[in-house]
C-alpha cells in the first residue's frame, strides 16, 4: 500500500464538491462520451479532472490520482512537461496554422526529419494526420492506389482477428474485435482475416501459434494474392484485444510473405511506437520493416492530435506523374500538420533521445516484468501479457465487469487504470519514476488480490 507521504494515502474517502456535481449533471444533459453505455454511465460515478503534473492527474476535488494508464497511451514524459510547454507556447508566438496543402512550414520538416532519423530502414516519406485512426486510413487508400498505379489494382486487404486499428470505416474493416467491429460489418470494405498469432491454443507456445496462422495466411494469399494491395498487423502486441503478444518470428513471416506475394507490409505503431515496447518502434523486436507505418497516439507527447504514415520511397514514387494523370494522392486534412501539434512531437522527440526515454522504457518494463512474475492461478491471475512496458493482467472472471471492478478499487487507492473486458491493463508514462511505479503496481496488486484472489 501507499506509504505516509504517498499524496494518493492521504484521500481515501473522495467527496464531492457541489461545483463537481453541476458539472456531472451538465455532462449528462449535453454530452456523449466514446466507448461508453451512457446509461450506465451515471452510475459509474464518473471522475472530473481538473489539472495534471507529471504522472499524476487531479480531479476538481483535489484528490490525486496516479496516471497509470497514460491517459488511454498517450502520455510520455508526464502532463505539463515544461520543455513541451515551452515549445508549444514559443509556436504560439510564431504560427498557429497554416495549411499544408500548397504551403509549407519549418515544424512540419523538421519533424519529419527527426521521425525518419529514427525510422526503421527504407522509410522515406512521412505523410501527416490527425489521429491514429486516419493514419490507419491514409496507409490503405495508398496501398490500394500504389496497387492500381502500377498498373494491378488490387481491392482487397488482409488483416488478423483481435485486431484493433481505430474506429472510421477503413480502420473497422481491417479490425477483428467482435464487440466493436460486428455491428459495422454490412457497410465494410472487402478483407480476408487471419486468426490472431496471439490466441494459443491448449498447450501451444507463440512461435508455435506464428506458424500456424502463417500457414493460413500463404494459403490466403495462394487463393486471391494477386487481389490483396496490403496485409495490416499490430506488431509485437494486440493492444486493444487486451494485450495480446505475439512472437517476433511471425512479423518476420508476415513480411516474407508480403514480398513472396507483392503486397505492402503496414505496421500500425499507434499504439505500440514511440518507445513504449521498449524500443523505438515495435516491429524493431523483430527486425524488420514495413512499406507502410502508422503512429500517433504518443507522438506529440501525449498533448495534441497527431499521426503519421511512413511509407517508402518506392509506395511513394507510386504516386509521381504530371498534375492531370490522377495519380496523386488525393486525401489529407484541413488541419495535417498542425504547427502546434507539430512543435509539441518534435519537442517531444528530442526530449526522449536526450533522457534515453526508450532505454527508460525498457527499464520500467522490466521493473513491471519482476513484480509480476509471481502471479497465476492461486491469485486469480489468467496470465500476465507485457512487451516492454504494455502490461496486461488477465483475471479470473468473477462476474461482470471483473476488470473494471480491480480498476474501482484502484481507483479508490489513488490509481487510474482502465480495463479492457477482464484485462487489467498497466501503461505508465515512460517518465514516471521508480517510486511511482511501486506505488501504481501496488495499488494494482492489492487491487486484484480483492476482486479476485
Ligand atoms: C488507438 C489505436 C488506433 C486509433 O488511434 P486513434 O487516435 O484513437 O484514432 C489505431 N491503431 C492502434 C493499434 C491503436 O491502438
Known amino acids: 500500500m501507499p506509504g505516509p507521504k504517498d499524496p494518493s494515502a492521504s484521500t481515501p474517502v473522495r467527496s464531492r464538491s457541489a461545483r463537481t456535481a453541476d458539472l456531472l449533471a451538465r455532462d449528462r444533459r449535453h454530452v456523449w462520451h466514446p466507448f461508453t453505455q451512457h446509461s450506465a454511465w451515471a452510475g459509474d460515478d464518473p471522475l472530473v479532472i481538473e489539472s495534471a503534473q507529471g504522472s499524476w492527474l487531479t480531479d476538481t476535488d483535489g484528490h490525486r490520482y496516479l496516471d497509470g494508464v497514460s491517459s488511454l497511451w498517450v502520455t510520455v514524459h508526464g502532463h505539463r512537461e515544461p520543455l513541451i510547454d515551452d515549445a508549444i507556447r514559443a509556436q504560439l508566438g510564431r504560427l498557429d496554422h497554416a495549411t499544408f496543402l500548397g504551403s509549407t512550414h519549418e515544424p512540419g520538416i523538421a519533424l519529419a526529419e527527426t521521425l525518419l532519423g529514427d525510422a526503421p530502414a527504407g522509410l522515406a516519406r512521412v505523410f501527416y494526420a490527425g489521429d491514429g485512426a486516419s493514419a490507419v486510413e491514409a496507409a490503405l487508400k495508398m496501398a490500394y492506389q500504389a496497387s492500381a498505379q502500377r498498373g494491378q489494382p488490387r481491392p482487397l486487404y488482409l488483416h488478423i482477428a483481435e485486431g484493433y486499428h481505430g474506429d472510421t470505416l ?15 460489418r454490412p457497410i465494410m470494405l472487402e478483407t480476408r482475416m487471419v ?20 500457414t493460413e495466411m500463404r494459403a490466403l494469399l495462394e487463393a486471391e494474392g494477386d487481389h490483396v494491395c ?75 492530435p497527431l499521426s503519421a504514415v511512413l511509407a517508402t520511397e518506392a509506395v511513394y514514387e507510386a504516386f509521381l506523374g504530371t498534375p492531370d494523370s490522377g495519380r496523386t494522392f488525393f486525401h489529407g486534412h484541413t488541419y495535417t500538420a498542425n504547427p502546434l501539434c507539430a512543435a509539441a512531437a518534435l519537442a517531444n522527440l528530442e526530449l526522449m533521445a536526450e533522457r534515453g526515454t526508450v532505454a527508460r522504457a525498457a527499464r520500467i518494463g522490466e521493473r513491471i516484468g519482476a513484480a509480476t512474475a509471481h502471479l497465476g492461478p492461486g491469485d486469480g491471475v489468467v496470465e500476465v501479457r507485457r512487451i516492454g512496458t504494455m502490461t496486461g493482467i488477465e483475471v479470473r472472471d468473477v462476474g461482470e465487469r471483473t476488470g473494471f471492478e480491480v480498476c474501482r478499487r484502484a481507483r479508490d487507492r489513488g490509481v487510474l487504470l482502465r480495463p479492457l473486458g477482464d484485462v487489467v491493463v498497466l501503461m505508465p508514462p515512460l517518465g514516471i519514476t521508480d517510486a511511482e511505479l511501486d506505488t501504481l503496481l501496488e495499488a494494482t496488486l492489492a487491487s486484484i488480490a480483492e476482486v479476485v484472489g
Open 170 to 184: 477503413g480502420a473497422v474493416s481491417v479490425g477483428g474485435i467482435g464487440l466493436f467491429h460486428a455491428t459495422y
Open 195 to 214: 486468426s490472431s498469432p496471439g490466441l494459443l491454443g491448449p498447450g501451444q507456445d507463440r512461435a508455435g501459434r506464428a506458424v500456424e496462422v502463417l
Open 230 to 304: 496490403a496485409v495490416i498487423v499490430e506488431p509485437m502486441v494486440q493492444a486493444a484485444a487486451g494485450m495480446l503478444t505475439h512472437d517476433a518470428s511471425f512479423l518476420r513471416g508476415v513480411r516474407a510473405l508480403c514480398d513472396e506475394f507483392g503486397a505492402l507490409m503496414v505496421a500500425d505503431e499507434v499504439a505500440t511506437g514511440i518507445g513504449r515496447t521498449g524500443r523505438m518502434w515495435a516491429v524493431e523486436h523483430a527486425g524488420v520493416s514495413p512499406d507502410l507505418l502508422t503512429c500517433g497516439k504518443g507522438l506529440t507527447g501525449g498533448y495534441l
